[in-house]
């Protein structure tokens, strides 16, 4: 049995804050906005594996107005949402996103970024897959006001 899903994540952008995206801190002098440290990445993971389980999307499993999870490091939520995949016996056997962001330019940093995501997803790198876009200078991510994710994932029973 093998299952796919798709997530997608979109947070705004403020200066003055870190900069969380892929579970890494990357230097920017901006960061993106959310209850959690908003790394739309892994939201967009997490939508997309919540969806190949078919048990809804990171909202409803980790609510807004919860204040246990404010601030909280995605990563951690990520481990949490795995780990609820290796209870039912299910892994996820290969991933694939995009992050369309206007600055800062992100592939330099994927290989940061698949060091923090892998092991979490149980993947080796060559399964996950990230990819940069700009959005052409176009709309409020063209002007770098915020950052948007795309992902899908395969699920199914680990080899
Ligand atoms: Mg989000």
């Not at 890494?24 to 959690?36: D, R, T, W, Y």
């Not at 389980?53 to 499993?61: P, Q």
């Amino acid at each position: 049995m093998m299952r796919s899903g798709i997530g997608y994540d979109l947070h705004r952008l403020a200066p003055g804050r870190t900069l969380y995206l892929g579970g890494i801190e990357i230097p920017h002098f901006a960061g993106l906005v959310g209850h959690s440290d908003g790394d739309a990445l892994i939201h967009a993971l997490i939508d997309a594996i919540l969806g190949a389980m078919g048990e809804g999307d990171v909202g409803r499993l980790f609510p807004d107005d919860d204040p246990r999870t404010e601030g909280i490091r995605s990563t951690t939520l990520l481990r949490d949402v795995c780990a609820r995949l290796r209870k039912k016996k299910l892994a996820v056997l290969h991933a694939d996103a995009v992050v369309v962001a206007e600055r800062p330019k992100l592939g330099p940093h994927f290989p940061e970024m698949k060091k923090a995501l892998c092991p979490i997803l149980g993947l080796p790198p060559d399964r996950l897959g990230l990819k940069a876009k700009t959005n052409e200078g176009l709309g409020l991510i063209g002007r770098g006001r915020a950052i948007a994710c795309w992902a899908v994932v395969l699920v199914g029973r680990k080899a």
